[in-house]
């Protein structure tokens, strides 16, 4: 029954077809080396030439071979440069497009189909949008990539197109109350990288009024570059996109765009991931609450080369900045004293082949996993020498404090390298929504001049377009019942490795009873369920209308895309909403009943009792830096017999000390052999404090 209702509808669908006039393309193998393959179809003698709904282009038919479909992104381009994406990671691990024809006018999108989708589909973006009175004689191109390389080749057997009258007109952006953003790429394809040079307009004409694509360009409309944005993200039918504006040179241009600070450096992060629009947004927010910098964001819909693109959050770029991470800029001068320690912008992430470090320790849960710290500011390219070993130092020496017999101690254990405060909150952010990348690759760190802000702070956030759901990613993230701990995600054999700090951090009580005190006390404010519910309503309210347009370009409600989750897809956008709600209650509910430690009073990280003392790096070669929370007046060291060696004024002697200003000493060792020996450090008010350091 089911066969004989296909041929039917195919009998009608080329009935109607009858009178189109039909031109086939090139067929060949689709690569699956990672590089796109483009296959032309020459259009002549359309008559009339010029495409619009009275004649244009109806339909797109394809025969394609190819194992686990969902690889796969296929995309028509036209002569003028307008691009349609035909369908994008749809069929799972089914085989082949077979007889797969697509029209506006059929009524399942592809996107609900099934393999090998023979039969009549709508595609996934608006074939109407190649009728915008251009000419259709020309090349014609359909553009396929592999998105998972090295597993499996392909073959276009062959692609038809096929033009005559009654054709759909473009989907076009009447008004919006969201701003828009039209990109103009001058008939370029967006890459990964680098940037390429596109005209951006920005429109908004203020809170309760109408925004229309013919409007004047009021917020920006000049020169900017553009490249695709994120990893698995890229690859989503819906791109995100990183842009910098530009000026007429093609020199970074410092803006303000929809009231956020001026930069040159933004980010237009996509929804196909995010069917409520605002999983990004709720984390920044609860964290700027908490009192830290996260990336401003602004809701808006984008139009590129004319083709609507859906809805979007505009995003600040992490980077250092006054207005964003506000530290101490480092440039190639910036190798001594205490110009030298600050600051810096590290990242947990998958390394490349020279962007990073290994660290010398192992996660304590997981001693058979590597880490590395990637550098993000200064980046691998631009940091000096002395920088690198700067910082390569700070981070072992924390981590020996850390994995040290003695890492609970206030003085010279981890709290004299880690901003305890900014790392729970990072921590309870993270396990609120149970962020499954933000424990392990996407974790930022960040350090600034040990005269200004001593410590390593954690943060910004980033990246939570696969939290506040249930995750078909091992028992930790796919639980129903709100449980699991994020933190724990090395035991899911995740793509990239935790450092699992917050393993080791736990089983210090202090740790646990901080964690405690501040989840709770937030529970009354921030993250109780009533603030919450009225953030997610009033995005929900400011999106209502843009929704729509949205469903109808990207049409995947009810549809398990993105993320793989382990629940049923709701069917409506308030559906989408209502289990976003029900889950925030579920897993606060779980984190209430299972928060480490008790708030006991008087807990304060009292950092003018405990001032902090570290000495690295260790073992030590021809230096080592001391940095404290106090200046050191006179230092002592000791041979292993109990011969001074030195007896430094701090102060005054530049013979094996440098740069003793701002609590920052570099001792030089150069005229001690190998050995062990012993340092005491006397302070202004007579304290002492005796340490080890190890000479190769």
């Known amino acids: 029954m089911v066969h004989r209702a296909l041929v039917l509808i195919l009998y009608l669908f080329f009935s109607c077809m009858a009178h189109a006039q039909i031109f086939p393309g090139s067929t060949g193998t689709i690569p699956d080396d990672g590089t796109t393959v483009y296959f032309t179809c020459p259009v ?100 396929i990539l592999d998105t998972y390389p090295f ?52 429109i908004s004409n203020g809170p309760g009024q109408m925004n229309h694509p013919n409007d004047i360009p009021n917020v920006y409309n000049g020169s900017a570059g553009i490249e695709l944005h994120g990893a698995t993200s890229a690859y989503y039918p819906q791109h995100p996109y990183g842009f910098e504006t530009r000026d007429t040179l093609g020199n970074n241009l410092n803006v303000s765009l929809l009231g956020m600070p001026a930069e040159n450096d933004w980010i237009l992060l996509s929804m196909y991931n995010d ?13 700027q609450k908490l009192g830290h910098y996260a990336p401003r964001t602004r809701f ?91 910082i390569q130092g700070f981070l072992n020496a924390l981590e020996t404090a850390l994995y040290s017999s003695d890492f609970t101690n206030p003085v010279t254990g981890y709290r004299a390298y880690i901003d305890v405060n900014s790392l729970i909150d990072y921590m309870l952010v993270n396990e609120v929504s149970r962020n499954n990348d933000g424990f392990k690759k996407s974790i930022f760190l960040n350090k600034d001049r040990t005269a200004t802000s001593p410590y390593l702070y954690s943060g910004p956030v980033w990246d939570f377009d696969w939290a506040w759901k249930n995750i078909n990613e091992c028992s930790i993230f796919s639980a129903t019942d709100g449980s699991g701990w994020a933190y724990k995600v090395n035991d899911c054999n995740p793509d990239n490795n935790s450092p699992g700090w917050v393993v080791r951090l736990l089983q210090d009580p202090w740790f646990a009873n901080q964690l405690n005190c501040r989840y709770f006390e937030m529970r009354n404010s921030f993250l109780d369920t009533a603030y919450l519910f009225h953030y997610i309503d009033s995005i929900g309210g400011l999106v209502q209308a843009a929704q729509e347009r949205h469903y109808l370009k990207w049409p995947i409600l009810g549809i398990n895309v993105g993320t793989p989750e382990v629940d049923p897809q709701p069917l409506t956008y308030q559906g989408e909403i209502d289990k976003f709600r029900n889950w925030i209650v579920t897993r606060l509910t779980w984190l209430d009943n299972n928060m480490p430690g008790s708030c006991i009073t008087g807990l304060a990280d009292d950092k003018s009792r405990f001032p902090f003392l570290r000495l690295f790096p260790s073992p030590a070669s021809d230096h080592i830096y001391i940095e404290s929370g106090k200046p050191v007046k006179h230092l002592l060291c000791y041979d292993p017999a109990g011969k001074c060696l030195m007896d430094l004024d701090c102060q005054a002697n530049s013979s094996f000390i440098d740069h003793p200003e701002d609590n920052v000493l570099l001792l030089h060792l150069n005229e001690l052999k190998p050995g062990v020996y012993g340092l005491v450090l006397v302070f202004p008010d007579q304290t002492s404090i005796s340490r080890v350091f190890i000479k190769i």
Not at 85 to 111: E, K, R, W
Not at 168 to 188: E, M
Not at 276 to 286: D, H
Not at 355 to 382: A, C, K, M, N, Q
């Open 300 to 390: 808006c819909e984008v139009i590129l080369n004319h083709s609507y693109q859906g809805i979007y959050v505009l995003t600040e770029k992490i980077k250092r900045d006054q207005n964003r991470v506000n530290i101490h800029k480092l440039d190639s001068t910036s190798n001594t004293g205490n110009a030298l320690t600050g600051g810096y912008i590290l990242k947990v992430d998958i390394p490349g082949a020279s962007d990073s470090w290994l660290s010398g320790f192992h996660p304590i849960d997981h001693p058979e996993l590597d880490v590395h710290y990637l550098y993000e500011y200064p980046d691998y390219l631009t940091i000096s020498p002395q920088q690198e070993v700067y």
């Open 275 to 287: 069917k409520v629009f605002m999983r990004n947004s709720l984390a920044f927010l609860l964290s």
């Open 151 to 202: 597993a499996d080749q392909g073959t276009v057997n062959s692609w038809s197109l096929y033009f005559g009258p009654g054709a759909t007109a473009p989907f076009t952006v009447d008004s919006s109350n969201l701003p828009l953003i039209l990109i103009d790429t001058y008939g370029q394809t967006v890459p990964n990288e680098p940037k390429i040079p596109v005209h951006l307009k920005i």
């Open 44 to 143: 002549s003698g359309l008559a009339p030439a010029e495409l619009d709904t009275s004649h244009g282009l109806l339909s797109v038919c394809v025969d394609i071979s190819h194992t686990y479909d969902s690889d796969l992104d296929v995309q028509l381009i036209a002569p003028d440069g307008t691009i349609v994406v035909l369908f994008s990671g749809i069929g799972g691990g089914g085989h082949n497009f077979t007889s797969t024809c697509l029209t506006d006018t059929a009524n399942d999108p592809v996107s609900q189909g099934s393999s090998p989708f023979t039969g009549v589909f709508r595609p996934m973006d608006f074939l109407g949008n190649m009728n915008n009175n251009s000419i259709g004689n020309g090349d014609w191109t359909l553009k």
